[in-house]
């Protein structure tokens, strides 16, 4: 996988345990170009991996060259 944006964990098989986040992040991703999608929120104390999951989202969507272009600011 290209990393066109750098994560903040480092290595990637440090990101474990977010199989059902990502899930979650993915299927609403998907519903996005049949415009069914509907917002998102990540809701979570400090510390606890938010900044991650999205970093992780957008190298996904960036790698698969689909009809989303993500934007991470």
């Known amino acids: 996988m290209i990393y066109a944006l750098e994560e903040r964990i480092g290595d990637p098989n440090l990101f474990c ?3 059902q986040t990502m899930g979650l992040l993915m299927n609403w991703a998907n519903a996005i170009p049949e ?4 917002s998102r929120v990540l ?3 400090r510390k606890c991996g938010k900044t991650a999951i999205m970093q992780r989202l957008f190298n996904i969507l960036w790698n ?7 934007f991470y600011f």
Do not use: D, S, Y
Not at 35 to 38: L, T, Y
Not at 64 to 70: C, D, T
């Open 17 to 19: 345990g977010r199989k």
């Open 35 to 38: 415009k069914i999608a509907k």
């Open 43 to 45: 809701l979570g104390r």
């Open 64 to 70: 698969q060259n689909g009809q989303i272009v993500p």
